[in-house]
């Protein structure tokens, strides 16, 4: 499915579509790069708003305080600590936003 992401020029989404291989990069680091990309702000928005949040999300520091409220936590860095959280994480936000962008089925 990675393969799929790079057929559709997206880098950055092709690393990071299967959480289960070994990671090179803190889970926080991961979650900083989708932070980046406004396809991933647009979804935030979507999954602030089903969690009845209404919000405009307009840079990174935008999208990263969403993430940490739809997580409950204060920093991202408690997803390379928390395995329970890690997996949260991974369930609710990443997972879904991979498949949202038709890599996965």
């Not at 991961?30 to 999954?47: D, I, P, S, T, Y």
């Not at 209404?54 to 409950?72: E, P, S």
Request: charged share 25%; proline share 4%.
């Amino acid at each position: 499915l990675a393969e799929d992401a790079v057929a559709h020029g997206d880098e950055q989404l092709a690393a990071l579509i299967d959480p289960l291989r070994p990671r090179t990069q803190r889970l926080s680091t991961v979650c900083a790069m989708m932070c980046q990309q406004e396809k991933f702000w647009r979804f935030m928005e979507g999954l602030a708003r089903a969690g009845g949040l209404v919000v405009a999300i307009v840079d990174k520091d935008g999208c990263a305080n969403i993430v940490r409220q739809c997580l409950g936590i204060e920093s991202r860095r408690q997803l390379d600590a928390d395995p329970e959280l890690a997996s949260r994480f991974h369930r609710e936000i990443r997972l879904p936003y991979v498949e949202s962008q038709g890599l996965m089925v």
